[in-house]
């Protein structure tokens, strides 16, 4: 006779670990984790991101509140640690003081830990000290968000298990990893090493992806890096940043107000010469105008070398072709330089991105004096006999500034 043969407590009890108390299958409890998973990434970028650490929405109390709980059960991260590593990643971006740099540690370490880079971050005084204002302060940040912050992720395993059952425990699993893998890992990784970028911006930022889908928005990191202050990632017509999607919809219910969008730069006429509208729009579209200038630069190179059978390290020079020799690594300064001697073209498409750079970094001159110097500029593209050059300038002598 086996113990408690007669009662159907053992049975119900194998049942209840196998599925739960919802007894879903295994793809319905698939589905519930997409879910909840989602919740938490719409919790990192609208309330951490660009809420808190930005300042470019308003949310209202209750939503933020619920936020503040959720990222509490489900990631155990504080509101001041992460709002002060990423305004320390945007104050010192692509040095060595950046808490989670791929150009610094590694496209590897940042993928695969982090998290633990964000760890270590969160324990630097200094860094919750200069970059933490203006983070939520009241009892409960105090007693139950800071000092137990352990206590949100174990009660989201229990009720993951009371829940799914085994299924359960799998499922907290992927939780505890999604934003780690996603955020730690593939934003600050990825989104600083590979992609296309809209922007010239002076980091390595990168957009992952024209459809911010999986992770809120946050794939469209170029373009962020560009406007940090702006609520909407998404500035081309083909990009999708379903982040300000959920932010409209709050906006219509009265629960979120972004403050800043993106400023658009368009095209009108061409005008005889180079004015101070031209200026204006110029600096306040730079990256955008700078990106431009890439995508010529790019394609002269592309001109020069297709019939000619040139090395892999001189092709590699392409990369760095368009970017402020400061951001130039040291082994690439000698495969820049080959590309410039071997080709007077883009050597002049060098020489002139740096000139024109320099009309928003010279300080002290008027802006009669730099209007004049981008007259100067453009008279000397249009006349160098380089056609992408010409081009250029031609459409520069076109933008105009539009908010």
């Not at 007669?6 to 295994?26: E, M, Q, R, V, Y």
């Amino acid at each position: 006779m086996t113990l408690f043969s007669d009662s159907p407590l053992p049975a119900a009890l194998i049942d209840w670990l196998a599925s739960g108390l919802l007894n879903l299958a295994w793809w319905q409890v698939l589905l519930v984790g997409l879910v909840l998973t989602h919740i938490t990434i719409v919790s990192v970028t609208l309330y951490l991101h660009r809420h808190s650490a930005h300042r470019a929405l308003d949310l209202h109390p209750a939503v933020k509140h619920f936020f503040r709980f959720w990222l509490w059960m489900t990631t155990g991260m504080g509101t001041k640690a992460w709002t002060a590593i990423h305004r320390k990643h945007h104050a010192k971006c692509e040095q060595a003081e950046d808490p989670h740099s791929p150009q610094i540690h590694g496209l590897k370490k940042v993928m695969w830990q982090g998290a633990e880079l964000y760890r270590a971050e969160a324990k630097n005084a200094e860094t919750l000290s200069r970059y933490g204002h203006g983070t939520p302060n009241d009892w409960m940040e105090r007693n139950v968000y800071e000092r137990h912050s352990v206590l949100g992720v174990s009660l989201m395993l229990v009720i993951d298990v009371l829940l799914f059952g085994a299924l359960g425990a799998a499922l907290w699993a992927v939780q505890m990893v999604w934003i780690p893998f996603w955020a730690a890992g593939v934003i600050n990784g990825v989104g600083h090493y590979w992609g296309y970028r809209n922007f010239e911006a002076q980091d390595a930022s990168t957009n992952v992806s024209p459809w911010g889908l999986i992770v809120g928005g946050e794939e469209l990191h170029n373009n962020h890096h560009t406007y940090p202050t702006s609520a909407k990632f998404s500035v081309k017509p083909y990009e999708f940043d379903i982040g300000w999607m959920y932010i409209t919809i709050l906006n219509k219910l009265g629960l979120a107000h972004p403050k800043k969008t993106p400023p658009r730069l368009a095209y009108g006429a061409v005008r005889p010469v180079a004015d101070d509208q031209t200026l204006e729009a110029l600096i306040a579209h730079r990256y955008e105008v700078m990106a431009s200038y890439a995508r010529h630069m790019r394609a002269v190179f592309a001109q020069q070398t297709e019939a000619a059978d040139v090395s892999g390290a001189l092709r590699s020079a392409r990369r760095w072709l368009h970017r402020d020799a400061e951001k130039v690594p040291p082994a690439a300064v000698p495969q820049l330089a080959e590309a410039r001697a071997a080709y007077p073209a883009l050597d002049k498409m060098v020489t002139m991105r740096e000139e024109l750079r320099q009309l928003w970094l010279t300080t002290g001159r008027t802006r009669e004096q730099l209007v004049a110097d981008l007259q100067a500029w453009c008279h000397h593209a249009e006349e160098s006999g380089i056609a992408a050059l010409r081009d250029f300038s031609l459409k520069l002598r076109a933008v105009k500034y539009a908010s």
